[in-house]
């Protein structure tokens, strides 16, 4: 009877070891998880600021001579020489570069709302988990400093008044489900 009970109490010892193997691995997963969502976040990121680094850097003309007063003031300078009489002109008039996009051009797509777009599309990725302004930042790489915090603190304030996140606590946040 004896060797009975030690077998129970050696299977209860062992179910519990591995209910608390479980509570441990769970909770490691979410973190790989939420680390995984944050490397894609940061991907797309990278992946978006590449993009449009590479697009400018189709739309800038080169260095040229330094700018004179003259073209700072509206007069026409020749850009390229007259042809000879009798060349025909190969020159390529009417291709001149599209105006580079400004950050305070409403019109340019993604001027605005880059931080806001890369918030939610980093909800999206971690579901109902609470996180503070501080995981958000670290996970979108916007942790270097005091103001890139508050940057996304700030956002994640604006989106939540929005109801486009919720806020589950002072300072916690997770995405808005409903």
Same mark, same amino acid.
């Given at each position: 009877? $004896?060797? /009975?009970?030690h077998t129970a109490?050696?299977?209860?010892? %062992?179910?519990?070891? #591995?209910q @608390?193997?479980l509570?441990?691995l769970q ?9 995984? $969502?944050? /490397?894609?976040?940061h991907?797309?990121?990278v992946q978006? %600021?590449?993009?449009? #680094?590479? @697009?400018l850097?189709?739309t800038?003309?080169p260095?040229?001579?330094?700018t004179?007063?003259g073209?700072?003031m509206?007069?026409?300078q020749?850009t390229?020489?007259t042809?000879e009489?009798?060349q ?8 001149e570069p ?6 305070g ?9 880059q931080l806001t777009?890369?918030?939610l ?5 971690i579901?109902d ?7 958000v930042?670290a996970?979108l ?6 103001g890139?915090i508050?940057?996304?603190?700030s956002?994640?304030d ?9 806020r589950?606590g002072r ?5 808005n489900?409903?």
């Amino acid at each position: 009877m $004896a060797f /009975v009970a030690h077998t129970a109490q050696n299977i209860e010892s %062992t179910a519990e070891n #591995l209910q @608390e193997e479980l509570r441990r691995l769970q909770a490691q997963k979410q973190a790989l998880e939420r680390e995984l $969502a944050a /490397v894609v976040a940061h991907l797309g990121s990278v992946q978006k %600021t590449l993009d449009a #680094l590479q @697009e400018l850097m189709l739309t800038v003309p080169p260095a040229g001579p330094t700018t004179t007063a003259g073209d700072r003031m509206g007069e026409q300078q020749p850009t390229a020489p007259t042809p000879e009489p009798g060349q025909e002109d190969t020159g390529s008039a009417g291709s001149e570069p599209p105006p580079r996009p400004t950050r305070g051009d409403p019109s340019t797509p993604g001027a605005y709302g880059q931080l806001t777009e890369q918030i939610l599309s980093y909800f999206a990725t971690i579901g109902d988990t609470n996180v503070r302004a501080r995981d958000v930042a670290a996970a979108l790489g916007r942790d270097t400093d005091a103001g890139s915090i508050n940057a996304v603190r700030s956002t994640l304030d604006r989106l939540a008044s929005g109801s486009r996140i919720k806020r589950t606590g002072r300072g916690l946040y997770c995405a808005n489900l409903s």
